[in-house]
Structures are given as structure tokens and as C-alpha cells.
């Protein structure tokens, strides 16, 4: 069992900058793949980024892209989510989640999920 807890939401100008961070329990999350997901005001869950288990592979939504980096450190059970360069339509509540295999770009694919976090992003 994985609990995942995130944490740096915020209300930010467009333009600015958040880290979120996603801090799991347990002794295995250098075994977990790691995502993060994002859903807005009355849109579905989206996918914005996920990385492997070692930190070595990660993969963006097109939206995001040199805009948003995600990064681990598995000394620490955490996975961050760096983004720069906000926009309004990155205004949602952002989840990070957790799964046993390699890493997915399908919210389906994933097991343990976080109770998500909210960015606001102010034109």
C-alpha cells in the first residue's frame, strides 16, 4: 500500500512559477513509476507527465512541454513537478499517482493516487 500526499499549490500571476511535491509512504517507491494528472473545472482528469522508477525516462503532455519538468528523488519518497511559464488553462487541481510498472500516460494504469492539490493561475 502506497499513500500519497502533495503538497505547493497556490494561486500564481500567469507567467510565474510553482514546484508542487508529492511525498509517498512505504519503502518501495524506488519501484513505483510516477505520474501526475491534472483536472480542471468541469473537464476530465488529463495527463501532464510521468517518470520511471529510476528517474531515467519521463514523458510530457503536449501542453506542457518545455514548459513543466518532473523529477524524483528516491532518497526522499518524493516526486516534483517544476513548472514555469503558467497559464490560465493550467488553473486545475493536480494529482500525483503511483504505480508498480513502467510509467503510463493512462490515469487507468495507476493504483495509489494523492488527494490532489490546487493551482490557480490568475491572468
Known amino acids: 500500500q502506497v499513500q500519497l500526499v502533495e503538497s505547493g499549490g497556490g494561486l500564481v500571476q500567469a507567467g510565474g512559477s510553482l514546484r508542487l511535491s508529492c511525498t509517498a509512504s512505504g519503502r518501495t517507491f524506488s519501484s513505483y513509476a510516477m505520474g501526475w494528472f491534472r483536472q480542471g473545472p468541469g473537464k476530465e482528469r488529463e495527463f501532464v507527465t510521468t517518470i520511471s522508477s529510476s528517474g531515467g525516462s519521463t514523458t510530457y503532455a503536449d501542453s506542457v512541454k518545455g514548459r513543466f519538468t518532473i523529477s524524483r528523488d528516491n532518497a526522499k519518497n518524493t516526486v516534483y513537478l517544476q513548472m514555469n511559464g503558467l497559464k490560465p488553462e493550467d488553473t486545475a487541481v493536480y494529482y500525483c499517482?503511483?504505480?508498480?510498472?513502467?510509467?503510463?500516460?493512462?490515469?487507468?494504469?495507476?493504483?495509489?493516487w494523492g488527494q490532489g492539490t490546487q493551482v490557480t493561475v490568475s491572468s
Open positions: 499517482a503511483a504505480r508498480r510498472a513502467v510509467r503510463s500516460e493512462y490515469a487507468a494504469a495507476y493504483n495509489y
